[in-house]
């Protein structure tokens, strides 16, 4: 499974990135903003420098919700760099300028899929990636993770191509499970990955072997 980070911060983006475990990078208009970023200009060139980043797919959200205008966008961001992969919300103008950009040799990442029927959809017009968020799923009473699940054997009964993308991932469990199910990717902020690096019989351990050199 691949690790991409969720955020549009260059300094966690490099943290990451310096573990050596890292990916690609997938932001949002919400978090660009979080980072003081606004303007189309700025944007772009918050986009290129993530890409000098990190050498791995950067997926880049368009803010139309129509189809020409997503396709305006979407050409001007795959523009920017050859990692950048554009990134389509999951309504009915989006599944069209998916096809759109299929057909012209740009990837796609289709965001806010919240059913399986979203998924195939996304996947027949040739998204480069589905994102389920699975922490919204579980924040409305469902269990985001048998989406993850569905929609991972619906694409190996149909032969899909599209890589699935675990979003709106909340705590390292969510990655676990995500890879358990067969998620392609997992998308999470740097506190879940780190997450990963913990456990209390590691600490007592290291502590114990630190202990134990000190008598050498």
């Not at 691949?2 to 932001?27: C, M, P, S, W, Y």
């Not at 190996?156 to 358990?180: F, M």
Request: aromatic fraction near 6%; charged fraction near 20%.
């Amino acid at each position: 499974m691949k690790f991409f980070i969720d955020t549009g911060n260059l300094a966690q983006i490099k943290e990451a990135n310096d573990l050596g475990i890292l990916d690609g990078v997938t932001t949002n208009p919400s978090l660009m903003a979080k980072e003081g970023v606004k303007g189309e200009e700025a944007i772009a060139q918050h986009y290129k420098a993530i890409c000098e980043l990190v050498d791995g797919d950067i997926s880049a959200e368009v803010l139309s919700t129509d189809f020409a205008g997503m396709v305006e966008e979407g050409k001007k961001l795959a523009a920017i760099h050859p990692n950048i992969v554009v990134k389509v919300p999951m309504i009915k103008d989006g599944i069209k300028a998916i096809k759109w950009f299929t057909d012209n040799g740009i990837r796609t990442n289709c965001t806010l899929i919240f059913s399986a029927g979203q998924a195939i959809l996304a996947a027949k017009a040739g998204a480069s990636y589905v994102s389920p968020f699975i922490g919204r799923i579980d924040d409305s009473g469902w269990d985001g993770m048998e989406l993850i699940g569905q929609i991972r054997h619906i694409f190996d009964v149909q032969n899909y191509k599209t890589e699935i993308l675990a979003a709106s991932i909340r705590n390292p469990l969510h990655i676990i499970k995500a890879a358990e199910l067969g998620a392609d990717v997992c998308t999470c902020p740097l506190s879940s990955i780190l997450g990963l690096l913990k456990h209390p019989l590691t600490d007592i351990g290291l502590a114990q072997f630190l202990e134990d050199a000190k008598k050498m």
